[in-house]
């Protein structure tokens, strides 16, 4: 997986633990299982993949990390406090999390600039400084064409990237970052991997991501895991799970093309 070496992979050997999920269970219902007892601990300045067929709970398992579905077992803990009991308001807040969902997140009959102002209205403290984090963040997710435009009229690639220019207003330490590469072109993923990799390098940011581009995903993954059946079947590296028996049976398939 030749592209793996483009980017850094860090060592988290000696890293304290930054956030960790304890035996989580949680099913919506009594029928049907969606996750069983994962643990998982995520060192800082990580950024952890989440891969899994459809419908394996990737996206369930980000909401129980930042608080928007309780666990029915299992315990959340970031820098150490138990966070299971904190409602999502508090936990984003007191552990600066952002949350990149996999869908929405923008306010559709804004412009792009009016989504980004919307929410560093409420999230900068200095006023002066607004317009000038609003700037940047467009210059940035190159959103200067756009930024008049009703966020309803964007293309898929722009509401991505607004929706992610949006969730850095806040400084985050964590990021959960839901499907960001779904449905873009080669060349506007190439440019969300290298920002995701320089919020990692430039601000050490904790990143959790999944995403069913896996190859562009393994791509700036320091290390990724593989749900299954309600468990994690795989974990490591993405050159550990290249020869993992698990990720390749429970997701990859035979001919999935590393490179
Ligand atoms: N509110 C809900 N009520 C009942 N079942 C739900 C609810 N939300 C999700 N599910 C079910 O939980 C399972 C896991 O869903 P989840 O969205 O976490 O999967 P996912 O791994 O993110 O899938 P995808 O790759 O398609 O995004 C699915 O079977 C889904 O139908
Ligand atoms: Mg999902």
Redesign the pocket.
Known sequence: MAIVKKFRIISYKKRDTLLSLENISFS??KN?Q?LDNISLDIPKGQILG?L????????????IISGI?KPNYGKIKIKGTDVTKLPVYLRTRKFNISIIP?FGGLFSSMTAEQNLRAVAEILIEDKSFITTKINELISKFELDSVKKIEAKYLSGGQKRRLVIAMGLISKPEIILM??PLAALDPQTIQMLQNTIVKLQTDLNLTIII?D?QARDLLAICDKAII?SNSKIVASGTPNELMNDSNANKFYFGKNFQFK
């Open positions: 919506f219902n049907h969606i989440l899994g067929s459809n419908g394996t709970g990737k996206s369930t398992l980000m909401n579905i996999q839901d499907e999944t069913h749900l």
